[in-house]
């Protein structure tokens, strides 16, 4: 088990050392991984080693200096401390032939990736894992005011009910007991048993059965009660997302998401070619995917769909296709783009030997992927391209993981360069730029009509977004009638304590958004707002008259 100590760090022994390091970051605030790597290589650590940023934050404050000045910025830069959690291994109704089998790991995973490594050494504890991360955060100098909680793993609506309102609560009850600068606390969870693993043909389903799980008491009042707690807490939750199957996402699920305050969903799509959807045994269709998409839209989620390359029966031509068709026609909001990759233990690795199925070649992958990059819309966040799975799992057709660096640099060099939402936010150390100008875009979908409202700057910089949907369906919720709604209200830059004003963040651009977004509701005929309020945002919309409503929170327009 890890205990407080293990965070500890005593940085007088190493002052010699670490004295000019601290300085020198101070003094060159740098602000890529390259630029840190080559002022950390100056400074060695007597073994040779790199000082962590947690040593060098933890010798900032007891020393005094300015730490927030030598944080790494890249983790807070979309305005919010993300924490990505892993609920424990548990069957999916799934039977994709390209997905992992190890039942170390929650379905999907791999029990050495490191957010699951970090996820195992607390027996996949929820408080302990959301503690953790908000601390290593903290102590890496970012603000954990904003807090945006990734529930990675399986097909969440298959974990029973119990188990997602006890994970949910788990998280909430961490972030309202977090304070890290006047509460440390200890570090909770258990060491996880090692489960004996080898590859079989066995499913990971079967396998898992054998393990058998505990029962959860259902306990809703204990997750109302942390919502309540928090309005008073110093970190508050501004998102919530888990991952599911499309067909896995109904009004029932949707509505349980709504009362856990659930406002993202990631949700596999993979490809929309039926056959293709066919032959990797994803069991569903195209068309259900569509209707899904639709459905969680009319609920006001945020949608991030994972989309894949590679997949079997699909080759480089049918992937750009698709993919085109795809960004255009269902307007998702933010991708996770992969090329598949062959995984030890999988049907595709059988179908690989058998002369079924091979990776596309180095310049294959590297071309698709430029023209895929350069084909993602202005409205779209490319959150993650490519997985980062370690390298011994995928020793033959294994995908480079700077392949999105070099099918950047193709697109740069042919003028292209990208347009996607995530190129263009703006940077943790970047000035916004005057003049501001607000852009307006229309997508037109079959359960509503889309306006995409971003702030830009002088230098065509995203500074902030919000999307406004328009229904043309009825909705899923009865409170919901009449309503326009905000799925994403977002402004960008670093991260800032609430209350502080930052470059880009507490500027009043979150109210000018809302007040077009008012404007357009009511010109377009609606009477009233909804907004999928996170749970711990609620008090800012408040301030501009919302009032909770059902599972949402909601205001006139007239
Ligand atoms: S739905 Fe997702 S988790 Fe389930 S088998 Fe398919 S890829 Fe794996």
Redesign the pocket.
Known sequence: MRSWADFEFDPEPHRERLLPLVERLQRDRPSTDREWRRILKDHLRPDGGFYSKAEINSAARAWKLPFAAITKPTRTRSGVAPVTLFTQPYA?????I??PNDVRAP??YLADEPGVQRARSVGFDPYAQTWNRLLALFRLGHPVSKVEIVILG??WSNYPEAYQVAFVRGCLRALNDFDGSKNPGPIHGAQIEELPFEITDESYNVRLARQGTEAIPLDWPGLHSEIQRQSESSSKLVGLCIET?PDRAGTEEMDRWRRMGITKVQI?VQNLSDEVIRQNR?VHTAEQVRQTLDSLRLAGFKIQAHWMTNLLGADPELDRREYVRFVNEEHPDEIKLYPCQRIPGTELERRFRRGAWAPYSEDDQRSLLADLLAATPETVRLSRVVRDIPKHWVTEGGVDTNLREGAEEDNRRRGAPLRDLRSREIGAEDEPTMPFRCEERRLDGRSTVERFLSVVDGRDRVLGICRLSLPKCPPPFEELAQCAMIRELHVYGPAVNVGQAGRVQHRGLGEQLISRAVELAKEAGFLKLAVIAAVGTRSYYERFGFVECGRYWIRAVC
């Open positions: 999916c109704p799934g039977q994709c390209y997905c379905k999907a399986g097909t199957r596999g994803r």
